[in-house]
C-alpha cells in the first residue's frame, strides 16, 4: 500500500461588504478541489488485482472576517478513497470516490448542509519508474442535504492526467498535471477545467514526517470582452449585453452574469455608472491571469 498523507487542515475564508465600488474577476475561475493528489505507484512484479488503496479522511475549518458568523458554513469535510482494480505492469486501472460534507451550526454543532459526490475512473501507463500518463473520466454531483432539491448541479470531465515523481536525500516530490473537457454539465459553466498539484514530503522517523502540499488553475484573459461588457454598462446598452453569446460567458467570464443584472438594477434606479479603472492582470506570455474591474454608480 503507498503512503499517501492525510491531514487536518484549516482554511480562512475571506469576505468583505459591497460598499461604494462593485469589483469583479473577470478572469477567475472556480472548481471542486481534489480530495487527494494522485501519485505515480510502483509497478508490480506480474500483473496482479486490487494492488493498492488508500483511504482518506479531512476537516478543515472555515473562518469568515464578517462580524456576523454564517452559520451554514461552519466545516469541510472529505472522505473516501482511490483503489487499483488491476494492475498489468506497463500500467493500471482503478477508480477515485469521494464524499464531501459542507457543516453548518444552525441547529447544533455539526449540521451537514450540503453533499459533494466525486466518481473517478481511470485508466493509466507507465512511462518509466517515476513517470505515468493516464485517461480519466471525472464526475461531480453536488447536493443540498437539509432541503429538497429538484434540480442536478453536476458536471462529467473526460481528459487526461500526467504524474511524475522526484526523489532526493529522501525528500520525494509529486507533480500532478491534469485537464480535460466537461462533456456534460448541469448548472455550472465549466466547458475546459485544468488544474496541477505539488506535494513534498520528508520523513523525520518511520512514523513522523513533513509534508506540503500546494494546487494552482490558470485562466485566461479576454480583454476585448471585458471592455465590450464594461462599455455596454457605461451605455446603458441592454440589446449589447442580452447578445452575447452564452459560450463566452463560460468559467472565469462567467462572472459577466453578475455585471448585467446589476446593470439594469441600478438603471432602473436612476444611478449612472462611472468607471474608476479596469486592469487586465496578465502572468504569462499565453494571456492566462485575472481582469479586475472598478466601478461605481451614483
Known amino acids: 500500500m503507498s503512503d499517501t498523507v ?6 480562512a475564508r475571506l469576505s468583505a461588504p459591497l460598499v461604494a465600488c462593485f469589483v469583479l474577476l473577470l478572469a477567475a475561475g472556480a472548481r471542486a478541489q ?19 488503496y488508500d483511504f482518506h ?49 444552525e441547529f447544533r454543532p455539526f449540521d451537514p448542509n450540503q453533499g459533494n459526490y466525486t466518481l ?12 505515468e500518463v493516464a485517461a480519466i473520466f471525472h464526475h461531480v454531483s453536488r447536493h443540498l442535504s437539509d432541503r429538497p432539491k429538484s434540480f442536478a448541479v453536476a458536471y462529467n470531465e473526460i481528459g487526461g492526467r500526467f504524474m511524475r515523481r522526484v526523489t532526493f536525500d529522501g525528500t520525494t516530490i509529486d507533480v500532478d498535471l491534469e485537464g480535460g473537457r466537461a462533456v456534460q454539465h448541469s448548472y455550472v459553466d465549466y466547458t ?24 494552482g488553475q490558470a485562466f485566461a484573459v479576454n480583454e476585448a470582452l471585458d471592455r465590450e461588457v464594461l462599455t455596454a454598462v457605461e451605455q446603458g446598452d441592454k440589446a449589447k449585453l442580452i447578445a452575447i453569446p ?48 472598478f466601478t461605481y454608480w451614483q
Open 6 to 11: 492525510g491531514s487536518l487542515n484549516r482554511r
Open 34 to 52: 481534489e480530495p487527494t493528489q494522485p501519485t505515480v505507484t510502483t509497478a508490480p512484479a506480474e500483473p496482479d488485482f486490487m494492488t493498492r
Open 57 to 105: 479522511l479531512n476537516a478543515a475549518g472555515l473562518i469568515t472576517s464578517l462580524p456576523a458568523t454564517d452559520q451554514r458554513f461552519s466545516w469541510d469535510t472529505h472522505f473516501g478513497g482511490s483503489l487499483d482494480l488491476v494492475d498489468f505492469v506497463a500500467g493500471r486501472a482503478g477508480v477515485l470516490l469521494d464524499y464531501e460534507a459542507v457543516l453548518g451550526s
Open 120 to 131: 473517478e475512473g481511470f485508466v493509466s501507463a507507465r512511462l518509466d519508474a517515476n513517470t
Open 192 to 215: 475546459w477545467l485544468g488544474e496541477g498539484h505539488l506535494l513534498i514530503r520528508h520523513p523525520l522517523t518511520e512514523h513522523v514526517g513533513l509534508f506540503a502540499h500546494g494546487q
Open 246 to 293: 452564452h459560450n463566452l460567458l463560460q468559467e472565469g467570464t462567467s462572472e459577466i452574469k453578475n455585471w448585467i443584472p446589476l446593470a439594469a438594477v441600478m438603471k432602473a434606479t436612476g444611478l449612472m455608472p462611472s468607471r474608476i479603472d479596469y486592469v487586465p492582470c496578465y502572468r504569462s506570455e499565453a494571456g492566462t491571469g485575472n481582469a479586475m474591474a
